[in-house]
């Protein structure tokens, strides 16, 4: 079962005696972390289960930071280990690695991707399912690849439901202030804040996952920026639209409920 509408209880945390069961489908490494760490962590220690796609290796990225050397052929090597030791940290179950290139999963036929996409929501019977928006926030062909696979599989998994059943897809979404601030060209449905999930209890433990990848110069810098901005309004949060794809009724599920009051 998935997502079931119903009255909410405030000492409710689970969906009749069973854990809810979170997927996160991303592009690279870290986005993980970037995106809805400070959530997952929460949910996790919540008594619930956190699941995360990673599609590339990120090969790409930078060679490390803090006196970190790595040699380009053994990066994705090494960011698999950061990815790992994080889900680890935050509760997560290990990843699903689906090996592709950084910057090659655009070559992809969508139709492939999104079948590896619907196999795992079938193997763990999502009830959230978090993926980026239309732009993948920096408009990286990686991040939209995802974003449109993790959509085409979702319409298909979510044909097998009922309305009062189906699972929530959501993305990660910025205030438009921090948007401004970071030249970010987003689209709508990535600046609406539908749920907005408090993180003062784990943003500690995601500034440390930021940390934790020493490969990547972005992470390392996001982590700074995180720490000095953590007592403002919109550092200890993390905030989520829900996808047109959603069931209309999206706002009377208890899963919605249930994460605006993590």
Same mark, same amino acid.
């Given at each position: ?17 069973? !854990? ?9 490494? =870290? =986005?993980?972390?970037? !995106? ?9 220690? =919540? ?72 196999d795992i929501m079938y193997l763990v019977h999502p009830d959230v399912i978090v993926t980026f928006g239309p732009t993948g926030v920096s408009n990286h062909s990686d991040h939209i690849a ?29 205030? $438009? ?16 804040? $539908? ?40 550092g200890n949060k993390e905030s989520f639209s829900v996808s047109p794809d959603s069931p209309q009724n999206w706002d009377s599920y208890v899963i919605t409920e249930y994460l605006r009051n993590?």
């Open positions: 079962m998935c997502g079931v509408m119903g009255q909410w209880d405030n000492n409710m945390n689970n969906k009749n005696g069973n !854990a809810f069961t979170w997927l996160g489908l991303f592009a690279h490494p =870290d =986005d993980e972390t970037s !995106a809805s760490a400070g959530t997952m962590v929460k949910w996790v220690r =919540d008594g619930n289960h956190a699941y995360v796609v990673t599609a590339t290796g990120g090969e790409l990225g930078t060679l490390g930071t803090g006196g970190l050397v790595v040699e380009r052929s053994d990066l994705a090597h090494v960011r698999e280990s950061e990815l790992k030791q994080n889900l680890s940290l935050y509760g997560c179950n290990p990843p699903f690695l689906l090996r592709y290139r950084d910057q090659e999963l655009a070559n992809e036929s969508l139709d492939v991707l999104s079948m590896k996409v619907l995802i974003h449109k696979a993790s959509r085409k599989a979702f319409v298909d998994y979510k044909n097998n439901f009922s309305e009062t059943e189906c699972p929530l897809l959501i993305y990660p979404s910025i205030p $438009d202030d921090v948007a401004r601030q970071y030249s970010l060209e987003l689209s709508p449905d990535e600046k609406r804040m $539908d749920i907005i999930v408090d993180i003062e209890s784990s943003v500690d433990t995601k500034i440390q996952g930021l940390k934790n990848y020493k490969s990547q110069k972005d992470a390392q810098e996001f982590a700074k920026r995180l720490y000095q901005t953590r007592k403002e309004p919109h993590l």
